[in-house]
């Protein structure tokens, strides 16, 4: 079983529509869960940083992370066209220090 | 906003060839790091250096990979003897502290494509 699995999509959506992305991790170890935005050619960059179980709101992105099922998720409230990225999920232990252990990226399209 | 700087952006080398992939951290970042990313694969941690020596490194950094910070606002990865398999986009990355709640902030990464 992989460690961190996310579906790789592409995800299709119009403009305006909630977005839901998820990942399912098998290590129960993880307590620091981690959304990125991916462009093309460019780096992953930070969305959401949240630590163990529940939820977080910043703007148009919430965050949910449910450790009892090992299932994570990140919603996109007006999905904009430039929402239209990879979004990846990454997560790490309380020990890892600096070991982030990511999915393989969900490709997002959102069609104007 | 400060941001972590990567150059080459592309880097074409011959295999058995030695390079080096250059980074800037953010300035007051104090733990660096580089995760690479094959074509279609998962972003995947190689190392992280904290005051001046490496902190934990992955299994595919092996012996052909070093890393330096060879003044105070550099950081940089050496490849001493390409593979083709080393064909990839490396991501240098930084974080201000060893909090839970610091966030690793990436750069645009450098695409090393080895023939």
Redesign the interface.
């Given at each position: 079983q992989k460690e961190v699995e996310q579906d790789p999509g592409p995800l299709s959506v119009p403009e305006g529509a909630i977005v839901s992305l998820n990942c399912t991790y098998s290590n129960s170890a993880f307590q620091y869960f981690m959304w990125y935005r991916q462009y093309s050619r460019k780096g992953p960059e930070l969305l959401m940083y949240t630590y163990s179980s529940g939820n977080k709101e910043d703007g148009r992105f919430t965050a949910q992370v449910d450790k009892s099922s090992k299932y994570i998720s990140l919603f996109i409230r007006d999905s904009q066209p430039s929402d239209s990225a990879t979004y990846l999920c990454a997560m790490r232990t309380n020990n890892a220090g600096n070991m982030l252990t990511f999915g393989g990226g969900t490709r997002l399209m959102v069609k104007p | 906003e400060p941001e972590?700087t990567q150059t080459p952006s592309h880097q074409v080398t011959q295999m058995g060839q030695e390079v080096i992939l250059r980074c800037v951290p953010i300035s007051n970042h104090l733990?660096f790091?580089w995760?690479r990313q094959i074509l279609g694969?998962?972003?995947?941690?190689l190392v992280?250096f904290?005051n001046n020596e490496i902190?934990?490194k992955?299994e595919i950094f092996d012996d052909q990979f070093s890393v330096e910070r060879p003044d105070g606002s550099n950081f940089t990865l050496k490849i001493r003897s390409t593979k083709l398999e080393d064909s990839a986009m490396y991501?240098c990355?930084s974080k201000l502290g060893?909090r839970?709640?610091s966030?690793?902030?990436?750069?645009?990464?450098t695409?090393l494509t080895v023939t």
């Open positions: - | 972590v733990y790091y995760y694969q998962k972003v995947e941690f992280s904290y902190s934990e992955s991501f990355a060893d839970g709640n966030p690793l902030h990436f750069g645009n990464g695409r």
